[in-house]
């Protein structure tokens, strides 16, 4: 999701940039050097051409006359056409739209380049990732075959592996941030804490323990369960405090003890 994420944003930007860029065009379009063009048959083809670099591109393609949308929307061409490397019929017509049209065209090939190279390389970890899992889940499929699994315990397995799977792939684990190493046996140890305490400090013990709390960090583990999982049985030796820290619910059902003809 991170790398969808990355595109939809670089595409954001690039459209938020053609608009901001776009209304510059419109403005400075709207700056006219000189008089309208004069129309009249005498008009000599120097005056003509002098008068054609004076008046912008909106007085020229008359687009007072036009309506917002198709006013915003050749701008806004305009503006693509640069990044993209096309062609319109709007053109420069006097010095400063021209100084502008060059400025955006140096921008435009600088931007758009690394855009178009971090596009590639996000589209190259995206298709990666989706073939690792693809592959992931045929091993494991097969594994399951090979062994003679029965239909309703691979159905469960799979089940499981997929949600295990996009979960550990939606958060950051531990183990992939490397410099999590660097850090000292105590800091460690608090990070550790930190991170699990608004699930600990529910019990009465670890409230008001505060500091000290740091002595359970090592002996706290995070542990998953499937659907129709068992997390003890009647009768087994009580080993550890259990904390439901994510979604879901566990059934609690009273069992009697073998050997003692009571309930527990």
């Known amino acids: 999701l991170s790398i969808i994420f990355d595109i939809v944003k670089m595409m954001l930007v690039l459209v938020v940039a053609n608009h901001v860029l776009a209304c510059g065009w419109y403005f400075i379009g709207s700056v006219d050097e000189g008089s309208s063009p004069s129309t009249t048959a005498s008009d000599s083809d120097s005056e003509s051409n002098d008068e054609y670099a004076k008046v912008g591109w909106v007085a020229f393609y008359e687009m007072d006359a036009r309506t917002i949308l198709y006013r915003y929307s050749t701008a806004l061409h305009w503006s ?3 990044f993209a ?7 420069p017509h006097t010095s400063l739209e021209r100084v502008y049209s060059v400025a955006v065209l140096l921008l435009a090939m600088i931007t758009f380049s690394s855009f ?9 970890d995206l298709r990666r990732i989706s073939n690792d899992e693809v592959k992931a889940f045929w091993m494991l499929r097969r594994y399951l075959q090979d062994r003679g699994v029965s239909r309703e315990v691979g ?10 799977y996009h979960r550990q792939k939606s958060h950051v684990q531990t183990s992939d941030v490397a ?25 009465p013990l670890f409230g008001s323990a505060q500091v ?16 129709g999982d068992s997390l003890f049985h009647c009768g087994e030796r009580a080993g550890a405090m259990h904390f439901v820290a994510c979604s879901g619910k566990i059934r609690y059902q009273l069992g009697e003890v073998e050997g003692h003809g009571g309930e527990s």
């Open 116 to 124: 178009v190279s971090i596009l590639t390389a996000s589209v190259s």
């Open 212 to 227: 000290q709390t740091r002595v359970f960090s090592n002996a706290i583990l995070e542990i998953c369960l499937a659907r």
């Open 155 to 164: 159905s469960r397995v799979q089940h499981y592996a997929e949600y295990m």
């Open 80 to 82: 693509l056409t640069q």
């Open 85 to 91: 490397g096309g062609s319109m019929e709007v053109v």
């Open 179 to 203: 410099l999590l190493e660097l850090l000292s046996e105590p800091l460690r140890a608090e990070l550790r804490i930190e991170t699990l305490s608004g699930h600990i400090k529910c019990h």
